[in-house]
């Protein structure tokens, strides 16, 4: 069983940088497809970006490129989110995720055997 725990999200403005931790405990992420997904205010779950146990390749939401980055840190078995030049619309409930998805269903929830609570970023002037 493998236990998430997002953390760092807050209330910026818009263009600020943020960045996001999901530390898992009772399992290395190491073996696992770790993806954060969003749920903005009033919408469906998304995909943002994920980093994949196989060679570590990462991808991302077309909305997000060029602006997220997601990287982990093995020692503390930590994924994070770098989120810079941050837009009113990346207002969201963001959550981590762990799983074992093929490369083309990396975007699908359902994949995904284990989540965590989720961390709340608001961007706002």
């Known amino acids: 069983q493998v236990q998430l725990v997002e953390s760092g999200g807050g209330l910026v403005q818009p263009g600020s940088s943020l960045r996001l931790s999901c530390t898992a405990s009772g399992a290395s992420l190491g073996t696992y497809t770790v993806t954060w997904f969003r749920q903005p205010p009033g919408k469906d779950r998304e995909f943002v970006a994920a980093?994949?146990?196989?060679?570590?390749?990462?991808h991302y939401a077309n909305s997000v490129k060029g602006r997220f980055s997601i990287s982990r840190d093995t020692a503390i078995n930590t994924i994070y989110l770098q989120m810079d030049g941050l837009k009113v619309e990346d207002t969201a409930v963001y959550y981590c995720?762990?799983?074992?998805?093929?490369?083309?269903?990396?975007?699908?929830?359902?994949?995904?055997?284990?989540w965590g609570q989720g961390t709340q970023v608001t961007v706002s002037s």
């Open positions: 980093r994949r146990s196989s060679g570590g390749t990462t």
């Open positions: 995720a762990a799983g074992r998805p093929i490369l083309s269903a990396i975007t699908t929830q359902s994949m995904y055997y284990y």
